[in-house]
Structure formats: C-alpha cells, structure tokens
C-alpha cells in the first residue's frame, strides 16, 4: 500500500517544516506497523506485541534491571513490562533475582539461554536489516536514524 501524501499548503496551516514533521511522523508510524508485523513473523516480537529482543536486548546491554527501570525506558506500562518479563521468565530466558537497593523491587537478568536467545535474535535482525534499504547509503541511513531519534526525544519531552 503506497503512501498518502498531501500536497504542501494543504493542512491547517502553511508551515512548510511543520507539514515535513508531520508528514515524517505518520511514515514513522506507518514504518512501525510494518516493522511490527516483520517482527512478530521472525519471532523477535511476541504474539501480543511486547518486544522480547528488545527487552532482553535492554538487560544485554546494561545488566541487571527491574521492571519499572525498563518500563520507564518504553512508552508502555509497567504492568506490560512485568507480563513480557513473567513470560520470558517462563521460558527461562530471564531471572529475578534479589535487588540490594530495594527489598521488593526484584532485578532481571538474563539467564544463560537468554544470552544465547539474544545473541540468535540479534543475528536474524542484523540478517533481516542486511536485505533492506538497497537504494541507501550507509550515511543516509545513520543520518534518518539521528533525525528519528531527534524526532523521538522531542516527543518523549513533550509527554512528560
């Protein structure tokens, strides 16, 4: 399905900048539907849409955690966080394990196959992502990337 994209001047107001932030905030989103899907297919999100690799990329990257330190990273809940750690616990690909700065704040960590999952995660992304975006340079694609940061950080500003 191909993008609608209105003509300039056509919205509420004239502003050229704001109409191309607009504009790229609905591509963005249309973008994550479809990454998304993609994810959900590869195995890298679960059914119900927590992302899995990205938790446990989050525990891979700075250790230990507690739920409402990764859900505070996420625009999502800390019940949903909790759901997506419960289920990976399940799996026995994290662990709680006891918090010495807090008595009922459990941490999570990875457990040894969660390190592995990680790991075969990380490889079907990087494989997956290594087949997309032929028409772009590596440049073009690391400056999107900083720009959708940029984008993101305002938001996240913006929403307190």
Same mark, same amino acid.
């Given at each position: 399905?191909?993008?609608?994209?209105?003509?300039?001047?056509?919205?509420?107001?004239?502003?050229?900048?704001?109409?191309?932030?607009?504009?790229?905030?609905?591509?963005?989103?249309?973008? /994550? /539907?479809?990454?998304?899907?993609?994810?959900?297919?590869?195995?890298?999100?679960?059914?119900?849409?927590?992302? =899995?690799?990205? /938790?446990?990329?989050?525990?891979?990257?700075?250790?230990?955690?507690?739920?409402?330190?990764?859900?505070?990273?996420?625009?999502?809940?800390?019940?949903?966080?909790?759901?997506? =750690?419960?289920?990976?616990?399940?799996?026995?690909?994290?662990? /709680?394990?006891?918090?010495?700065?807090?008595?009922?704040?459990?941490?999570?960590?990875?457990?040894?196959?969660?390190?592995?999952?990680?790991?075969?995660?990380?490889?079907?992304?990087?494989?997956?992502?290594?087949?997309?975006?032929?028409?772009?340079?590596?440049?073009?694609?690391?400056?999107?990337?900083?720009?959708?940061?940029?984008?993101?950080?305002?938001?996240? =500003?913006?929403?307190?």
């Amino acid at each position: 399905m191909a993008s609608t994209r209105p003509k300039a001047g056509t919205g509420p107001t004239s502003d050229g900048k704001g109409e191309a932030v607009a504009a790229l905030m609905l591509e963005v989103a249309q973008c /994550f /539907f479809r990454i998304r899907a993609l994810g959900q297919k590869a195995g890298l999100i679960t059914s119900w849409g927590g992302g =899995a690799f990205g /938790f446990m990329r989050s525990l891979a990257l700075m250790g230990p955690l507690t739920v409402p330190q990764i859900a505070e990273m996420r625009p999502t809940s800390r019940q949903r966080m909790q759901r997506l =750690a419960d289920e990976l616990a399940d799996e026995g690909l994290v662990k /709680f394990v006891d918090n010495p700065k807090h008595r009922r704040s459990k941490l999570v960590r990875l457990t040894p196959k969660g390190e592995a999952r990680y790991r075969e995660f990380n490889i079907r992304l990087l494989s997956i992502a290594s087949t997309m975006a032929g028409a772009l340079s590596e440049e073009e694609i690391r400056k999107a990337t900083e720009v959708v940061r940029q984008l993101s950080d305002d938001v996240k =500003a913006r929403s307190g």
